[in-house]
T-cell receptor
Framework: AQSVTQLDSQVPVFEEAPVELRCNYS??????LFWYVQYPNQGLQLLLK??????LVKGINGFEAEFNKSQTSFHLRKPSVHISDTAEYFC????????????FGAGTRLFVKA | DVKVTQSSRYLVKRTGEKVFLECVQD?????MFWYRQDPGLGLRLIYF???????EKGDIPEGYSVSREKKERFSLILESASTNQTSMYLC?????????????FGEGSWLTVV
């Protein structure tokens, strides 16, 4: 079984400051890792994903994430945030053995202040 | 552009009513999902379907049923709505569950049961 823990429920940050949203997971098998973003009153959309290869993954809107297998983490970062980045961010894992079960974290709400 | 469309964005229903939430995808995806989203709980899987007329229970199927008569359409049914089913419901779809495929979400349906 898999589980995902997003360590911060809310992260307030000033515009143009850097941000890191933390995600840890546990799994008995290898997994694929995802970050999704949900803007107000919308569904989720993919920000980036790690399947294999380079552990640093770049996504849309200037976000990137680093897979750390030894620490079972997949933290999301952006060097300079904008007001428009205000949204809820979900970390998710899917076992790479196939199947349909994607496990989502509880979400981190990012507030970007002017 | 890929599209998952949920027929109703906002619904208010009375306790005991039968409620239908409809979802259509235009990407020819095999898999379709219904999630429930509540604050602090993230996304919880209600049901998923990997083919026409095929369905599997997710984590919280009690009080819900689903129907998939056509590949592009997946319906969620609340047989007798209760106030604890007040929530945001998200429909989603993806290609076959292997290889870390992206999940595509609809914009969500806000259901209030009074």
């Amino acid at each position: 079984a898999q589980s995902v823990t997003q360590l911060d429920s809310q992260v307030p940050v000033f515009e143009e400051a850097p941000v890191e949203l933390r995600c840890n997971y546990s799994s008995s098998v290898s997994v694929y890792l995802f970050w999704y973003v949900q803007y107000p009153n919308q569904g989720l959309q993919l920000l980036l994903k790690y399947l294999s290869g380079s552990t640093l993954v770049k996504g849309i809107n200037g976000f990137e994430a680093e897979f750390n297998k030894s620490q079972t983490s997949f933290h999301l970062r952006k060097p300079s945030v904008h007001i428009s980045d205000t949204a809820e961010y979900f970390c998710a894992v899917t076992p790479n053995t196939g199947g349909f079960k994607t496990i989502f974290g509880a979400g981190t709400r990012l507030f970007v202040k002017a | 552009d890929v599209k998952v469309t949920q027929s109703s964005r906002y619904l208010v229903k009375r306790t005991g009513e039968k409620v239908f939430l409809e979802c259509v995808q235009d990407m020819d995806h095999e898999n379709m999902f219904w999630y429930r989203q509540d604050p602090g709980l993230g996304l919880r899987l209600i049901y998923f379907s990997y083919d026409v007329k095929m369905k599997e229970k997710g984590d919280i199927p009690e009080g819900y049923s689903v129907s998939r008569e056509k590949k592009e359409r997946f319906s969620l049914i609340l047989e007798s709505a209760s106030t604890n089913q007040t929530s945001m419901y998200l429909c989603a779809s993806s290609l076959t569950g292997r290889f870390g495929n992206t999940i595509y979400f609809g914009e969500g349906s806000w259901l209030t049961v009074v």
